[in-house]
């Protein structure tokens, strides 16, 4: 079974824009948001904590099972066409 990791740059709003879209495809078995497994280095008692540079959109791990590589393709397809239309950057980790 074919699983697609996503990397979303984006807002709350959109990861789960995407994760909607993604879950009415025919065929898609899961679509879940894991947890962020990078260690964030960032110190709340720091000097550049709270400037605008250290405040973005938010990162989302999305994780999608597909029961063959067909679907898999139509999934990837159709959230590259999503995170352009809705301006956010978006990552496949690797090819299934």
Known sequence: MPTLHL???????????????????????HVEEVDDLMPHMDDEDSSSA??????????????VEA????????????AEALARDLGVALEIVDEP
């Open 67 to 78: 029961p063959n590589d067909t679907t898999a393709r139509r999934a990837r397809e159709a």
């Open 7 to 29: 990397r979303l740059t984006g807002g709350d709003d959109d990861a789960r824009t995407l994760i909607n879209l993604l879950t009415s495809l025919d065929g898609i078995e």
């Open 50 to 63: 709270g400037l605008t540079d250290d405040i973005g959109p938010g990162f989302h791990a999305i994780e």
